[in-house]
């Protein structure tokens, strides 16, 4: 598990680490502009030639010691500056550079090295040192022309630290069609280096994975320079996690585990519109472990001949009475119910509502896993979002599994309720009605800025559950601070239809299996079961990859995550 710093606390580390610890900023910045040109001779091995674009702050520095070391080595450097005037490490190291002989360029006579570039063909290597983590708002003047010009003509780009123009984005989600299906990711206006590799200085920033800073990095790197680790373990309030930490946060099986414990599963998913949901949540599960899997539900998928053989129909119909609702979880001793992939949000007449079943497991202790439908029914409705989260006594974890586009919602729907009129909590004058924590979280996402991590943390924590927010970079933000996840292994290919029913089967399988004590290492197995099975397709050359393929490949990877009792 690799830590995550924001950019105000790799300030606060960068703070620390030189007044606590006495290491200095000079030394720190020698060590890194060593580590970089290692790390850059042996990624490419035949290049000898840099042309380093320097701003004028700390990342510039970093810039100009890389360029003395590879000056040292041997190598054609080229130093483009925006400014002569900077910090005083910047100011330092252009004065060696200076001395050393390196030649040094004004960013005007840019065209003349880019002709120097074009020259060179793929022979030289472009370092992107503009700005780093130090760069306020949108890019304006030298550093904005830096930037463009950098990106316009240098093909292999290599950014220090993070690619110039990355900053504390503002976060809107995906954008929606008509149909409510998400789209893709609001695009930043300002402009960015997009960088064919990033050599992370220190330790990962949390906002290189915001969804829509991720694809500027590249290939990501990262260099230790020599921060205290317990600094750095202090201040990450999360953590990226890759398959390698899935046997550290997974109950494998015992030797005598058989199907009544190795996780009972209900399901309530499908509808007559999106039948397959049902099949491929239930499927899920099954591949991702679970010993028993209940089909909860009336719909026509409950009887679908692919789930016949393994999965157990127990019809619940929409005229079912919440008493009976109750009597049926009790007695079918459940470890886990999946609600909502496929499922329409309010009740119908099909099947029994989410809500009833939502309240029922809640009160039983059944740990839930909310996803689509279900999603929708609690963003629709808040006051039943409170009442699960909140005023059930000794509830069982809840873990909901929002796509980009519904955790936008639900952000919404938490910052605008007290709008609503309609909503009304009994008892109490109008400023009463406000039950206490969901108020405090009310205010709270108000005053927070519309970032990611930031928004995910406070429902997490202000409602005592799991989020995992779903796109090619996964959040998994709990109640506890200092234990959030991140997951950047989801290629494009496991982006089909389907593929979150199968998510939510699967994190219902880990839910089941005794991770009770960490719903968060569930979640977070799931998403790399999930995760690593599309990956390994891929690298398979399976082109294409399909629901099929999918749970084939998942049973490997999920059984692979856990450590099994010989
Ligand atoms: N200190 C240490 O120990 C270590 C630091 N390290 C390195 O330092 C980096 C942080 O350095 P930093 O804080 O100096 O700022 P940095 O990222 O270079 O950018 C600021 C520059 O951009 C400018 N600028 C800002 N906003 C702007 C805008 N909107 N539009 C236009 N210009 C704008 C601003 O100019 P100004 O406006 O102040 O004239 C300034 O020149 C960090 O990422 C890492 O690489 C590592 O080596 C580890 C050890
Ligand atoms: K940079």
Known sequence: ???????SEITKLERRTQEDWGITGDALMES???????????DYPTMRSLVIFSGSGNNGADGLVLGRYAHNAGWAVRVVLLKEKGTELFQRNLTICKRMGITLEPLQSASAILEY???????????????????????????????????????????????SGVGS????????????????????????????????????????????????????????????????????????????????????????????????????????????????????????????????????????????????????????????????????????LVIGPGRPPNTNLQAVGNQELMVAACELGIPLVIDAGGIQSLIEDIPLLDEICCRIPR???????????????LVQALETWTLREDIHFPGGSDSQKTPENLGQLHRQL??????????????AQGLNLHLVVKSHITWICGPQPGKDFVFDGVTPELGFGGSGDILAGIIGAFLSRGALREPGHAAASGVIAHGTAGRWLVDQGRGYIDAEDLLEAVKITAHGLSAHEG
Request: charged share 20%.
């Open 395 to 409: 509830r069982a974890p809840i873990i909901l599994t929002p796509h980009l586009g519904e955790f936008r919602r």
């Open 32 to 42: 890194a502009g060593q580590a970089l040109f290692h790390a850059i001779a042996n």
């Open 1 to 7: 598990m690799e830590p995550l710093l924001t950019f």
């Open 169 to 336: 984005p503002t976060w809107s989600g995906e954008t929606e069609t008509p149909s409510g299906t998400a789209t893709g990711e609001e695009q930043d206006s300002w402009p960015t280096i997009r960088a064919t590799r990033t050599y992370v200085l220190g330790c990962l920033k949390e906002e290189t994975f915001h969804p829509q800073n991720r694809s500027a990095h590249g290939r990501i790197t990262v260099l230790p320079i020599g921060f205290p680790r317990q600094e750095i373990q202090n201040l990450a309030q999360a953590h990226q996690i890759s398959r390698d930490d899935g046997p550290a946060m997974t109950t494998g099986l015992r030797r005598d585990d058989f199907k009544n414990r190795r996780g009972r599963v209900g399901v309530a998913a499908g509808s007559v519109r999106y039948p397959g949901a049902g099949v491929l949540a239930c499927r899920g599960s099954l591949a991702g472990g679970a010993g028993l899997v209940y089909s909860l539900t009336s719909s026509p998928h409950g009887r679908d001949p692919r789930l016949s053989e393994q999965i157990i129909p127990v019809p619940l119909d929409a005229h079912v009475s919440e008493a009976a609702i109750r009597t049926v979880l009790g007695e079918l001793g459940l470890d886990a």
């Open 446 to 459: 108000l005053g927070t800025p519309r970032l990611l991590p930031d928004k995910a943390r406070l429902i």
């Open 117 to 163: 570039c074009k020259a060179q063909g793929a022979g030289v290597l472009a370092i992107d040192a503009l700005a780093g983590i130090g760069l306020k708002g949108e890019p304006r003047g030298v550093l904005r022309d830096g930037i463009q010009t950098l990106q316009r003509y240098c093909s292999i780009i290599l950014s220090l630290d993070i690619p």
